[in-house]
């Protein structure tokens, strides 16, 4: 007999916040811990993921360090494949995450990356996106390709 392993992250309605799901790792040493709890929201063709900014993902000038940024826009990419239904447990990987920094983020401030999918192919994602603050997209602008693998049989 097979046991059934689960995925490695949680995707599920927030209590505190309607229309919202809370995206989290099961394992809170991995990686991804630095920047959760993430809240996805889906609207039309556009997943929007949420982080709030801590002074721990803060710069001397106490703006959002450009690391934390690069690691909220490659960690929202999965949180919005997952919304959008086109990742399941199987995961992915990243291939390219091309960055354009506009402006400094504010601490305290959610920050929201708002992704679109533009092409989903059998093995690929190819998205892009917007971190905004307050709604304007003074933050950044990106562009991701993630590998899509396949599930372990246990999964499937």
Do not use: C
Not at 61 to 82: K, Y
Request: glycine share 12%; charged share 20%.
């Amino acid at each position: 007999m097979t046991d059934i392993v689960s995925p490695p992250f949680s995707y599920e309605d927030d209590p505190n916040e309607p229309g919202w799901k809370s995206w989290r790792f099961r394992d809170p040493t991995r990686f991804n811990n630095f920047i959760e709890p993430l809240l996805v929201k889906m609207e039309g063709g556009i997943a929007r993921v949420r982080m709030m900014p801590e002074h721990r993902h803060s710069n001397m000038r106490d703006n959002v360090h450009g690391g934390a940024l690069l690691g909220f826009m490659d960690v929202a990419l999965f949180a919005a494949s997952r919304g959008f239904g086109v990742l399941s447990a199987g995961g992915a990987v990243t291939l390219d995450l091309s960055a354009q920094f506009i402006g400094g983020g504010r601490i305290g401030v959610p920050l929201e990356a708002h992704i679109e999918l533009l092409r989903e192919t059998g093995r690929m994602l190819f998205l892009r996106g917007l971190i905004v603050q307050e709604g304007e997209p003074t933050i950044a602008s990106f562009t991701g390709t993630l590998r899509k693998s396949t599930p372990p049989a246990s999964l499937l």
